[in-house]
């Protein structure tokens, strides 16, 4: 019985041992996410989906880990040494002779096995019947088939997305593009994704790992424009996100472990803290949280049976939607997405545990040396009967009377020890190269959440390639001061956007809003000029000049929205945009309010203030932001009043945010409110009273969308 138990034992090689080890590292792994993400319940969504992001990624990583660089424990029990068989007495013994060169005679005696008991208990038996190896086989088949079944099905939904999409119109209309390139501005994405409409969909998706595209039904075309945001700002959050890369390495890693459950669960976690950070990033970017939901519901109780492939991720699924609705709706939980700094935490300590646990392989215990070591009587005694145990030298050894087995073993063990240095000094330099990696990676992700951050990296990219000056803007400005064709001038304004800091750049894209004879060149060198160098004269005069004078419309609305991202504190930006709030054009009113909040001015100049009186609902709105913004107590009189006044409930909601972020200066405007019968405004006020911030955030609006040449 205990040979049978050790021959079967030995029969589990060190890969069959790696995969059992493989199921307890990702078992451990998972466990661990799941404990992270259930003290992190009223974090933000965003930050619970990093948590399954980096898990899932450990887990398609954790057999590259273990083979890589091993850190080996010794867990498993030591090797076990061949024993010395002594034969009994009163066994047959069978001698043999032989002469060693010298004249000398060597006599050995072994047991009988003819007829006898056979080896002592030393001896190894063959197993019998189906062995342990053929049944890991078997098992190995089993799993290998059903990995061929799920990635089968993945190919097969991602030849069906293809063909939707290949079958699909583009939405090419200025009513689709219009807030196609609005949602794409305030999501930071340098370029749209493709648009589509098909008549095979029936739920908005977003799909294509390499070549974004957002698939939506044919019933989009009698939707609303605030439904066409709301959609548009989900379904490009999940672009602006990477999303499909997470989704795609979640499949994969369902195919790899399809036996394990928890990573079933995993992968399901994955995707639904992605939508509900797609939702957060949607309400985060102006969306409000009641219509969202509404558009949502909607959407959803129209389709009653969903078919859209697995690869693709689509906007809303029945089985996830009660608890989206209630995360959208909830006032206490967070809606923004997480830091530069906790995503850094998150995914420097989530890495550290996953290389720690992926890269840890079990190894035997050293040998023990046995009791009845060499020397002993009963070592001695097996030496001249066991013939196991007796040791002939080669020819060598009797030739050149050299020591090659004593050699060998020291050779061994010097082996052993460099391995095990060699070891170390892996796991150290894999350590070290992980965290390199990861901290590059955070700071790359970071870099491309702005588009000036994108343009920075590949700006730096681009010099080390070529190794000198990059010759565009130059070719460019050119372009634009000789260029006979409007159009061709208007492309290489929106090309200068990238190089507005540099001076070459500023100053043609000046020179062309101030003489240019085509509006839509003027336009978009405007638009080109919010990129400038705060300290570059040419653009903010350029830009204030056109504010005043320009005969265009829209170039006065452009020039006011640019002057508010590049002007700062500059005086002379603060008065020409205080003065265009008295212009007799809404738009232009909208975007001088918007731009003195993000200004980052000190004071409110008291035309913005008398804007809390204007007739346009949405242009009080702005300036409660923008008073929001610059906190100044000179503005709570006039906030109070217009608190006072106002009968929609959005607005007296903006003029509270407004009150709170001015401070304790404003008690005496919001002890009123504690009485009041609306449990939201009551609840709000609180809030303001709690602190600046505690009414949470407030979305940016964004009243210009960037323009893209056509």
Known sequence: MSTTLISALGSLTNSNISMVMLLVKATIILLVAIGITM??????????????????????????????????????????????????????????????????????????????????????????????????SL??????????????????????????????????????????????????????????????????????????????????????????????????????????????????????????????????QLRSESERACDDLALSCGARATDYAEHLLDIVTSVRRDATPSVALAMARRKEFEGRMLAILDPELRHSSPSRRQSAALIGSLALISIVVGAAAPARRAQETPANAAGSPL??????????????????????????????????????????????????????????????????????????????????????????????????????????????RRIAAWGLADYAEKPVAAEALATALRRDSDPSVREMAAWALADANRSSSAAVDALIAALRGDANIRVREIAAWSLGNVGGRSSAVADALAAALSDPNVGIRKRAAWALGNADLRQAPPALIALLRDRDPEIRELAAWGLYQIEDPASIPALDAALRSETDKSLQIAYIKALAAVGEKSVDALKGLLESKDPEIKSIAVRALAGGHATGPWPWPWPEPRPFPE
């Open 39 to 136: 003290s992190m319940q009223r974090a933000s969504a965003g930050a619970r989906h990093l948590v399954w992001l980096v898990t899932v990624a450990a887990l398609l990583l954790v057999p590259a880990l273990t083979a890589w660089a091993p850190i080996r424990l010794r867990m498993l029990p030591a090797e076990a040494s061949p024993t010395l068989a002594v034969a009994p007495a009163s066994a047959t013994q069978l001698s043999l002779s032989a002469s060693d060169g010298k004249g000398n005679d060597i006599v050995v005696s072994a047991p009988n096995t003819i007829g006898g008991a056979g080896l002592a208990s030393g001896s190894i038996e063959k197993p019998t019947g189906f062995s342990v190896m053929g049944g890991i």
């Open 139 to 268: 098992l190995l088949l089993i799993w290998a088939a059903v990995l061929v079944v799920i990635t089968g099905s993945l190919g097969y939904a991602a030849l069906v997305v293809r063909r939707i999409v290949n079958r699909a119109r583009p939405l090419d209309s200025e009513d689709w593009l219009t807030p196609l390139w609005e949602v794409s501005d305030r999501l930071a994405l340098d370029e749209p994704p493709r648009l589509l409409r098909s008549e095979d969909a029936k739920m908005p998706f977003a799909c294509g790992l390499f070549t974004p595209t957002i698939v939506l039904p044919a019933e989009c075309d009698g939707w609303s424009l605030d439904r066409r945001r709301a959609v548009l700002l989900h379904e490009l959050a999940h672009v602006r996100r990477h999303d499909l890369v997470g989704h795609t390495m979640g499949r994969l890693a369902c195919a790899v472990y399809w036996f394990h459950p928890l990573v079933w669960t995993a992968a399901k």
């Open 379 to 488: 070592a001695q005694q097996g030496a001249v009967q066991n013939p196991v145990e007796k040791q002939y030298p080669d020819s060598r050894e009797i030739i050149d009377g050299s020591k090659a087995h004593t050699n060998m073993q020291t050779r061994s063990s010097l082996t052993e020890q460099v391995s095990e240095h060699m070891s170390s000094a892996m796991r150290t330099a894999v350590s070290t190269a992980v965290s390199t990696a990861v901290s590059s990676a955070v700071s790359s992700a970071a870099a491309i959440t702005t588009p000036s951050g994108l343009r920075q990296l590949l700006s730096q990219q681009d010099t080390q390639k070529s190794g000198k000056d990059d010759e565009r803007p130059a070719l460019l400005a050119k372009i634009l001061a000789t260029e006979s064709s409007a159009n061709l």
